[in-house]
């Protein structure tokens, strides 16, 4: 009478709950079995991942680390590049946002070269 009825019943004839439920009804040591078992493969690369990264290091060290420098001060540089540029950009919209003197005359726009 204290035993239960669903899902975690030992003792039923057939599946009763939803799809992909079957490991509820296995024993605790198959399921952590099951679940090791699907962990392997990530572990061994992750372990692959960090001897390449260790190899590397020991060898191309120096060399590297001044290509990904290069790299990096690449796109800062373009990065300051276009933060200027919107800038200026800004700049020039609120100039014309703000209202002119009295007797100020409009700024002649550069005309462009076709």
């Known amino acids: 009478m204290g035993e239960k009825q669903g899902h975690h019943s030992r003792h039923h004839d057939g599946p009763s709950g939803p799809p992909d439920s079957d ?5 605790i040591s198959k399921v952590l079995e099951s679940r090791a078992e699907e962990l392997v493969r990530p572990a061994v690369d992750e372990l692959l991942r960090e001897a390449i990264v260790e ?9 590297l680390r001044e290509l ?7 796109v800062a540089d373009d990065v300051e590049a276009n933060l200027e540029i919107e800038a200026r950009i800004a700049a020039r919209r609120e100039a014309r946002r703000a ?5 100020e005359v409009k700024p002649e726009r550069p005309r462009r070269r076709r």
């Open 23 to 27: 490991f509820l009804d296995l024993e």
């Open 55 to 63: 190899r590397l290091r020991e060898r191309m060290g120096p060399r």
């Open 68 to 74: 990904g420098r290069a790299a990096a001060d690449q």
């Open 99 to 103: 209202p002119r003197k009295a007797g």
